[in-house]
């Protein structure tokens, strides 16, 4: 093997991959980190100077605040720097870590398993956010300055830190408009780009429903690689050549969706439908439960509402599947 295989081969154990940004995000990112650690400070600083909220330690920025700002502004549109990921790590973590100090100790074991705790109270909260981890080991090891805090240090530094650097995070990134942040906010803000449904070009079609089952079998957080795409990918059409072109019939109370991507998804429950035996009266009612059109109702003609619908659903573990034959 060649020297160059072998950094080759190293580079994919280590997890070296290419990094396609451009140089301006790059830019973009670090600005934002300087900013919005710095808001941190001033913010909160300012708040505990107006006497409205004390800090009786001093203590007023915590340290995984800089992590948080890594996610914030270098990966604003990841899962795991969403609003509730952030609050709700942070949060949740901070208490755990608090608890585990007040009652157990402070020592190496006492620790690791605030962490742990804090760990598996996010997967379960759906609301992993790393630096949380970092959180919860600074009220176990922070020392006295933040010990002697008790359940104060969830209120301050915490809080005030979290929606000090959530402001700042909303506020930079909206000036790009690529960047928008929350991640809910660049999606709806994004004009939406019909897809091709000739079935001449492709054997099948990926749906918004093979990638939810996808997802389900990979069981995994993802934080995506290159590997991995791939691997949800080759998983995605293992259910998309399952697919049904359009269900055999339309029950009332059941639930069907149209199998689109992104912003064309939507996901319909029929709420009535009659038995009429004449096809240009036979109408059935449905409700939009997610994707387009969510919360609207509406009506049409059975023969209608057959051709939208491509195939039938169910939710499993909060996402839209396809239901099995």
Known sequence: MSSHSLL?????????????????????????????????FIITSAIVATGLLQSTTGYLVVSSMGASAV????????ALSQPWAVCGGHLISAFIGVTVAQFLGTSAVFAGLAVGLAIGAMYYARCIHPPGGATALTAVVGGSSVTQLGYDFLLVPILINVLAILFIAVLFNSVFRWRRYPAHWAHITKPATATSSNASDRQFELTQEDFAAAMQQLDSFVDITTDGLIDL????????EKNITHPDQIIAGHI??????GQLWSIRQVV???????PAKDRIIYKVLAGAGN?????????EFKQWARFEVEKKNNQWVKVSD
Do not use: M, W
Request: with cysteine.
């Open 272 to 278: 009535d439908a009659g038995d009429e035996t004449d």
């Open 71 to 78: 996610l914030l502004f270098a990966v604003p549109h990841g």
């Open 8 to 40: 080759g081969v190293l580079r994919q154990y280590i997890g070296l991959g290419h990094n396609t940004t451009s140089h301006g995000e790059k830019l973009i990112s670090t600005l934002g980190g300087c900013f919005g650690v710095a808001a941190v």
């Open 233 to 240: 990918l080759e998983l995605a059409k293992i259910h998309a």
């Open 295 to 303: 919360y609207e109702t509406g009506i049409c003609l059975r023969s």
């Open 256 to 261: 069907y969706s149209n199998g689109k991507l």
